[in-house]
Every structure is written in C-alpha cells, then in structure tokens.
C-alpha cells in the first residue's frame, strides 16, 4: 500500500471511531437506569414533588421561630456522639448537630443543648456530677442517641464501553473507544430521643432518613436525593464536598424532625410540606392517639396552648373546667370549627395547621402587682439568703429578672423547675420557694436588683430572643431598663413592672 493509500484509510479509521465514540457517548444513558433501579429498591414508583435545595438552613430558622410561637422553652437535652458505625464516613457528625441545635435556637432560645463527649468516663457519671456542679445545675431531661446506620456503595452500578480497531494488515493499526459510568449510594442516619431519668426510648421522638447519592463517570461530582412527606429535596455535591454536605443535610434535618416531634409542634411546614400530606396526618394522629391514652396531658397541652394566645387563664393542671370549656368554644370558634367538638382530633389538627396571630387576644385590664423579700426586709449581709415574694392584684403572667453584682442579667422565673409563669391573684409566688435553686446576696457587699414584669397574657413567645434567653443563664443585655423596653414595645402600656434593690448593711 503506497502512502498515499494508507493516510487516506487511516483518516478513514479515525473518522470512523471518533463518530463512534461520539454516538455512543449520547446515545447511551447509563444515569437514567441507574437511578430507576435505586428508587425501585427505596420506594414504590410514584410521582413527587421536587425541591432543589443547598441545604435546610431555611428549615432550622423556621423551627426557632416556630418552638417560640408554640412557648416552647427551657428544654435540656443532652448530646452523645453520633458515631459512624459504617467505619466509612470521615466527618464530624457530632459538630454537625450541635451546629444545627444552635441555628435552630437562636431567637427561641427553646433547648439548652449539652455536648457529651468521649472525654467523660460515661453519661451516668456526667449526670450525677451534674447535680452538684453548681446551684443551678440539672440533669438533661433528654439524651439524643444514634449514629450512621448505613452507607452502602455501588447499590446499583451500570457501565457501558465500547471500541472500535483498525488495523492495515501490515505493521500499521489504529483503534478508539469510549465508556460510561454511573452509581448509586445510600446514606442513612438514625437519632432517638431518650428519657433521661430512665433511658428509655420516648415513643415515635425518632429520626429515620437517608439520601441517595448518584455518581456519574470517573469524577466525584454527584447528586443527591432526600424523600420525605413525599417530596424529594434534590441537591448538587462538588468534587470537594462529596457525600459529607449530603451527610450534614441529613443532620439539619434530623434536628428539625427530632425536636419537632419532643415538643408537638407543626415542623413538618418549616420542610415545606403540608397537613394534607398522608405521612403528616398519619404524624398528628399518632400524637393525638398518644395524648387521649393520657387525658391529663391532652388537656394540659391545650390549656397551654390556649393561655398563649391569651384564650384561657387558669392553671395548666391537666383538669377539665368550665374556664378551658369556655376557651375551647371560642377558639374552635375562631378557626371555623363547629364549637361543641371539645378537645377533638378536628380541634387538635385545625390548631397545629393554624396562623395564631390572627386569632390572638391580649388582656386591656391594668392590675397591682408587689414584689417584696424576707417579710419586709431591705438591707442584708454578704452571703445571706433572700425569699423573694410576688403577689397580683389579678391573675397575671410573671417574668422575674436579676442584675447581679457584674451588672449581667439572667432570667429565673418561669423556669426548668416552675415552666407555669401564672401567678392567681392572692396566692403569693416565693421564690425561690420548692424550687431547687437559692438567692445569696453576693459577699462582695456590690448591690443587685430584681425586677419582675406582669401581663394580662404570656408575652414570652412574643419577645425578643435575647430577652427570654434560657433559664439561669446571662442573656445579651447590659441592663433591666432594656428588658423593660422590650416588653413595653410588646404590652405597650397593659403590663406591670416591679423592681427590688439588694442593698447592703
């Protein structure tokens, strides 16, 4: 063959394997089979919604904001080490939490979040030092448990190559080719919620999801998928992120999910979803088969409820009365249902789907309020005890304040110990009274002031989240007067505010 021959039929092969490798590379699809047969494995075949997302930061603020509207404060929850029991996943899933818990808190200032690490000896050790750490210190009233359950790779893998080869007969060949690529994996993570005081499993307080990984060719970018309450959350994974953002989206969801459930309030709308949505009723259902297999709390959850939006007044004790009758009636009312229904499922369900804002009522009735120590005492010495009592000329909602001798101000009434800020008129409020911490004036002779603040309704759900912080703790202020203007912002002029001085001999 002269040479003239041979570079034409080796364009030819070129041409000819170029075209091929081209044709194929379109033609063939290997990310669409893939994908079918992993979803087939997971879940029937079925038509959902799609959402893409980077991740649920949207969700964790809409939690805060939600555990606040629904007066959900004071929770201490202790944090064990989520491990990864695949030995496969290299992340930090333990900070994740933590991170997500601390988004979702930062107005509500709902969860005191406790991290429990390796470098205690065990969490029956921790909880029982706990108790003497300091005056106000407490057992975590609930434990978060789980870690990563699964991480199967390659579930389903699919790969096509061909090539194509020319050779002249003589010394002289060619040839070209192609492949595709495409896999799946699965991640899973599992979080329970535990009872602290016996490390029992809280009925249906659980966490269960996972989220499809999808790979394609020879690098490591991917796509991910999470399905729940029937919509799948979509999200694209860089080369440098891989599978630990598909992970950290797990968590964040995870958080809204757990806490949501611990507390019975309406998280499923911060994930987008609705009450129509057949795994959602099937969720309120369950939570209100649970509270009528124990009436008490059913009508203690209502009664809370219903004094947050300024509808009922009385104690919530988890007993029937005509007061709470009287406030069922007009809020069933409120939100168009058939107002002799009681605490029904059709109550229960309306109310969790509500926007109470709309149908909130506040108290224009002024009242006297006296705040006084140790029966009329006003000078003491360093280091002594004082008893604080409050009393209202009506019932009212009282929140109690100290500046203590740094001038730091923290929150101590409501608390974990008194969660009921309601104070009947005539019934006197001692503080510290049965509950498990003490006021000592300071020994450094410096004064400190208390002030409590009075309403017609319960104005913490309504407040600021520096201003409700977390029980015991220093909240972000610099002084009483800007926790007075906060609630005069709220109440306007319908609330009442008593101060005492702590001074020295």
Not at 74 to 84: H, K, R, T, Y
Not at 371 to 389: C, H, K, M, W
Request: a negative charge.
């Amino acid at each position: 063959m002269n040479s003239t021959a041979l570079l034409r039929t080796c364009r030819q092969a070129i041409s000819a394997a170029i075209g091929l490798a081209l044709f194929g590379c379109a033609a063939i699809d290997v990310k669409t089979e893939t994908l079918q047969k992993t979803e087939e494995i997971r879940t029937a075949p079925e038509a959902t919604p799609h959402r893409s997302i980077t991740g649920f930061t949207a969700a964790l603020r809409c939690m805060d904001i939600t555990l606040g509207n629904y007066g959900v404060r004071d929770l201490s929850v202790l944090a064990e080490d989520v491990l990864d029991q695949t030995k496969k996943v290299n992340a930090g899933t333990s900070d994740m939490l933590i991170t997500a818990v601390s988004e979702m808190t930062k107005r509500s200032r709902a969860i005191r979040l406790v991290a429990f690490g390796q470098d205690s000896q065990n969490l029956i050790t921790f909880l029982q030092q706990a108790d003497s750490k300091n005056a106000y210190a407490v057992n975590p009233q609930f434990d978060i448990k789980g870690s990563i359950t699964q991480l199967d790779e390659n579930l389903i893998q699919k790969q096509t190559d061909a090539g194509l080869g020319f050779d002249s007969g003589g010394s002289f060949g060619i040839g070209a080719g192609f492949a595709k690529d495409a896999a799946t994996n699965i991640l899973a993570l599992d979080l329970t919620m535990l009872d602290t005081d016996d490390f029992s499993v809280l009925p249906g307080v659980t966490s269960r999801n996972a989220v499809v990984i999808y790979k394609e060719g020879t690098g490591f970018d991917a796509d991910a998928t999470i399905r729940k309450f029937g919509i799948n959350y979509n999200m694209s994974l860089s080369r440098a992120e891989g599978q630990s953002q598909a992970l950290r989206n797990l968590v964040e969801l995870a958080a809204v999910e757990l806490f949501g459930k611990l507390t019975r309030t309406p998280y499923w709308k911060c994930l987008g979803a609705s009450g129509d949505e057949p795994e959602v009723r099937r969720e309120i259902e369950d939570w209100y088969a649970a509270f009528v297999a124990k009436p008490p709390q059913l009508t203690a959850w209502f009664q809370n409820q219903l004094r947050l939006r300024g509808y009922y007044r009385g104690a919530v004790d988890g007993i029937n009365s005509r007061a709470l009758h009287e406030a069922t009636v007009a809020y069933r009312t409120a939100l168009g249902l058939r107002p002799d229904g009681g605490l029904d499922l059709a109550f229960f369900t309306a109310y969790l789907a509500a926007d109470h804002a709309d149908v909130m009522a506040k108290s224009s009735t002024p009242f006297t309020m006296t705040l006084s120590a140790n029966y009329g005492q006003t000078l003491f010495q360093p280091g002594e005890r004082i008893d604080l009592v409050v009393e209202t000329g009506a019932d009212a909602y009282v929140q109690c304040y100290l500046q203590d001798e740094q001038r730091r101000i923290q929150r101590f009434f409501p608390n974990r110990f008194q969660r009921d800020a309601l104070v009947k008129a005539g019934t006197p409020l001692h503080l510290p009274g049965t509950m498990l911490f003490e006021f000592v004036a300071n020994r450094k002779g410096i004064s400190e002031a208390v002030a409590c603040f009075a309403a017609g309704n319960d104005l913490m759900q309504t407040l600021p989240g520096p201003i409700v912080g977390t029980d015991f703790e220093h909240l972000p202020v610099t002084s009483l007067d800007e926790v007075r203007d906060a609630y005069q912002q709220i109440a306007g002029d319908q609330f009442v505010e008593r101060r005492f001085h702590v001074e020295f001999e």
